[in-house]
Every structure is written in C-alpha cells, then in structure tokens.
Antibody, heavy 119, light 112 residues
C-alpha cells in the first residue's frame, strides 16, 4: 500500500527556512498530486499547498509568498520549503496524497513531524 | 483559515448515535463541492473516513456515514464505541481560495 514518511529538522530558528521532505513508497510520485498540511499544537488543520503529477503547484494564499513545494522523481520524494519562519509556524507538518477530481481529498497521510520555531 | 464551521464538541454514551455538522457557504459546500471527513485519534495523523460526501474507504466501519444538503454536511456515528473518541474534521474546496483545500474547525467526540 502507499506509505508516506516526513523527514527534516525538528527545530528551526526564527527568520530561517523550514525544509522538509516526504518519501513515498508503494506508488510512483509521477502519477499523483501531493500535498503538505500542517497542524499547530492543539489547533486545527491547514492546507499549505500541493504539487500536481505534472509538476504544477498551488499554494494557500496566506502562505504563498513564503512557500515552495518541489518534487524529486528520481528519489520518489517531494519537499516543502517555508521561508522566514516565526513562532506561528510551529506545527506538526504532514504530507499526504491528494486524490479526486473536483473536490480533492487526502489519503493516505504521513505520520507527521513536529517542527518548532525557536532560537 | 477555517471557512467550514463545526461544533467544538459532541458527546454520547456507548451505543448511541451522534452527528457532527459542517457548515460552509456559497463558495464551498453551497457551490456543490463535495465534502470529505477525517478521524484523528489522539497523537496520530488524520485518517480518511468519508470521501465525496457519503463514500467509505475500504476498512471504515459502516457505523460511519456522511450526507450533504445545501451549504452544510453531516457525519453520523451510530452505535458509538469507546474507540470512536477522537477529533473529526470536514474538508472541501473553496472557489474563493486556492485549490489546496479547506478544513473545518474540528469536533472532539467524547464517549461518556
């Protein structure tokens, strides 16, 4: 079955860049859309954006100026970069496969990785 | 930014039926976009529970069902079990935002 695993630093300093990678197994990354979603401690879920099977990207307008999502097909991975982070970016970051047509859903999800922004 | 509104909490005794509402607007659910539901057990990642309003992925018990009407959707849990105690989120698409999706505010289900 399809499995996703997030990896990256758990601690990032304010004003620096948060970088995470999601490794996909059980499916070719070129055949689907892939998303990043985050959840601040004790709060709800927020879509960050996605990269399509063709390489196009779409970002949450509230984060668009700071976000880049890219894909490495040779490694079957996709990545998230979030620039100029602040404490408000502290969250559990999830990667997920984006499925469906007109109104997409997310399945499956990675286990998530906590990223803390602190000096 | 959550544009889909859910009640913060619902509770029920084992065996009872509980429902969770998800209220949107004319730019999301009311515009005809489908609704999906996720279950998040404590300390774990969300898991897809219902997709396209009323479809259950393989392995999801038929105690869970979804519906949609106008600008709102609902998730029903019948025969409530202790293992159903979790956070539940609805999710859809909003035409006034980006295409990356919007989530509900989340509902904590407590089994009494």
């Amino acid at each position: 079955q399809v499995q996703l695993q997030e990896s990256g630093p758990g601690l990032v300093k304010p004003s620096e860049t948060l970088s995470l990678t999601c490794t996909v197994s059980g499916a070719s990354i070129s055949n689907y859309d892939w998303s990043w979603i985050r959840q601040p401690p004790g709060k709800g879920l927020e879509c960050i954006g996605y990269i399509s099977y063709s390489g196009g990207t779409n970002y949450n307008p509230s984060l668009e100026s700071r976000v880049t999502i890219s894909v490495d097909t040779s490694r079957n991975q996709f990545s998230l970069k979030l620039r100029s982070v602040t404490a408000a970016d502290t969250a559990v970051y999830y990667c997920a496969r984006r499925v469906g047509s007109r109104s997409n859903w997310f399945d499956p999800w990675g286990q998530g990785t906590l990223v803390t922004v602190s000096s | 930014q959550s544009v889909l509104t859910q009640p913060p909490s619902v509770s029920g005794a084992p065996g009872q039926r509980v429902t969770i509402s998800c209220t949107g607007s004319s730019s999301n659910i009311g515009a005809g976009f489908d609704v999906h539901w996720y279950q998040q057990l404590p300390g774990t990642a969300p898991k897809l529970l219902i997709y396209d309003n009323n479809n259950r992925p393989s392995g999801v018990p038929d105690r869970f069902s979804g519906s949609k009407s106008g600008p709102s959707a609902s998730l029903a849990i019948t025969g409530l079990q202790a293992e159903d105690e979790a956070d539940y989120y609805c999710q859809s698409y909003d035409s006034s935002l980006s295409g990356s999706g919007v989530f509900g505010t989340g509902t904590k289900v407590t089994v009494l």
